[in-house]
């Protein structure tokens, strides 16, 4: 699959811990209908079954928007649903050997706080980046810090695209405005709302007329 930059403009990073009554199938539907261009399934803690059931269920409901959808961190199920993509950090498995087992068609995001990590994650085949934590952030406690300059510096520093992560909300998303990235990931400016579809159309809005405009 080609790494189209209007799939990144509002990357939706899905948390259950958000969910209370809610349902995740649900809400990834109001994310869609408010206009999430994509979405990353991403469930650290569930074992490998479940994740492969609830990711061919999460997968044919963004096939049925025309949206991609990226399996985070878990190369084995990623390959066994046919994901679009897979996302991987920096602790996780190396990026060159998850190119290797997903092969070239399938998406490979990477994450990156440093220019070094940036340009290296490009060598070893990666789709595009996720930069940050650009703003604090509760989703991820343990989050480095990266600041507007660096998130510059990298973005001039490689080909691919990038897209920022952390803290993002409609309330400072003009603040990276500039940087050079294609689109911003969030999860509780959209999982975290009472109502997700409003919520997201919002963060859409404020992306094309504060971000990419």
């Known amino acids: 699959m080609k790494c189209d930059n209007t ?53 044919t409901l963004c ?8 399996l985070n961190d878990n190369v084995e199920v990623a390959v066994k649903v046919h994901a679009d993509g897979v996302h991987v950090g920096q602790h996780d498995m190396e990026a060159s050997l998850v190119r290797e087992k997903i092969g070239p068609n399938m998406l490979l995001g990477l994450s990156a706080q440093t220019v070094e990590q940036a340009v290296a994650a490009e060598k070893a085949g990666a789709d595009y980046l996720g930069v940050g934590a650009v703003f604090p952030t509760d989703t991820k406690k343990d989050a480095d810090a990266v600041s507007y300059e660096t998130l510059q510096q990298i973005c001039k520093a490689v080909s691919i695209p990038v897209i920022a ?19 911003v990931a969030v999860v509780s400016a959209i999982f975290a709302q009472e109502n997700i579809q409003k919520a997201t159309e919002a963060l859409v809005e404020t992306v094309h007329t504060e971000l990419l405009s």
């Not at 096939?63 to 990226?70: A, G, Q, V």
């Not at 992560?165 to 689109?183: E, P, R, T, Y």
Request: with cysteine; charged share 20%; net charge negative.
């Open 165 to 183: 992560i952390g803290g993002i909300g409609v309330h400072n998303i003009a603040q990276l405005k500039g940087s050079g990235i294609v689109g």
């Open 7 to 59: 799939y990144l403009a509002l990357y939706a990073v899905t948390d259950s811990s958000w969910l209370g009554t809610h349902i995740l199938y649900e809400d990834v539907e109001s994310a869609l209908k408010g206009g999430a261009t994509c979405i990353q399934l991403r469930e650290k803690d569930m074992p490998a079954d479940e994740l492969e059931t609830l990711a061919h269920e999460i997968m």
């Open 63 to 70: 096939h049925r928007y025309d949206r991609p959808f990226i």
